[in-house]
């Protein structure tokens, strides 16, 4: 079946350090893949996707590339700040007759001033 | 405002009390889906609906039921409740058109004990 797998938590950096979360899967189609955020005490909510081979996702200076010869979507910041600590998560759809999302088991960020 | 709501937020119950977990949404999506997110696993989907009366199985429905009578609700029902799904729970929607389209949407969670 489809899965994803996540770098292991928590993660401690320091305010403007680069920061890389790795996500690598498997999938039996043809995936489109996500990066969702999950900030203390909220709900999960999207932070970019991608939804081909060699697509690169961004937003709010996050970034990341699908591809498909290594199945990974690493996520990458140049410079974090305190306000981007919390959990992320990596997450995959295979379309079909529904669109189920496999999700990793996330990844627990800590920006330290 | 786009959103999914949820209630009640927080639910501290005993064990074999039946309870119900609300979810709304005002963004006419056809799919919606419960999760539940537990410490080292993730999300974990429990049960979904692809539109309204059409609802399956997740990965891990035991103990849960649903029922999707109108589109913009999707309750979350827990017959006899037990301790083991002490757990916080997420309902989500997408309008599920493939491509762009499959973002989901999640409401603010529900944190719920079970005694």
């Known amino acids: 079946g489809d899965s994803v797998t996540q770098m292991e938590g928590p993660v401690t950096l320091s305010e403007e350090a680069f920061l890389t979360i790795n996500c690598t899967y498997t999938?039996?189609?043809?995936?489109?893949l996500f990066w969702y955020v999950q900030y203390p005490g909220e709900g999960l909510q999207l932070l970019l996707k991608?939804?081909?081979?060699?697509d690169k996702g961004s937003n709010k200076g996050f970034e990341a590339t699908y591809r498909k010869e290594t199945t990974s979507f690493h996520l990458e910041k140049g410079s974090v700040q305190v306000s981007d600590s919390a959990v992320y998560f990596c997450?995959?759809?295979?379309?079909?007759?529904?669109?189920?999302?496999?999700f990793g088991t996330g990844t627990k960020l800590q920006v330290i001033p | 405002e786009a959103q999914v709501t949820q209630n009640p937020r927080y639910l501290i119950t005993v064990t074999g009390k039946k309870l119900t977990v609300t979810c709304s949404q005002n963004?006419?999506?056809?799919?919606m889906s419960w999760y539940r997110q537990d410490p080292g696993l993730g999300l974990r989907q429990i049960y979904y609906?692809?539109?309204?009366?059409?609802?399956d199985k997740g990965d891990v429905p035991e103990g849960y039921k649903v029922s999707r009578k109108e589109k913009r609700n999707f309750p979350l029902i827990l017959e006899s409740p037990s301790p083991n799904q002490t757990s916080l729970y997420f309902c989500?929607?997408?309008?599920?058109?493939?491509?762009?389209?499959?973002?989901?949407?999640f409401g603010p969670g529900t944190r719920l004990t079970v005694l």
């Open positions: 989500a929607s997408s309008s599920g058109q493939g491509g762009d389209y499959n973002e989901q949407f």
């Open positions: 999938a039996t189609g043809y995936p489109s």
């Open positions: 991608a939804t081909k081979a060699d």
């Open positions: 997450a995959l759809i295979v379309s079909g007759g529904y669109q189920k999302v496999t």
């Open positions: 963004m006419n999506h056809e799919y």
């Open positions: 609906s692809m539109n309204v009366e059409v609802t």
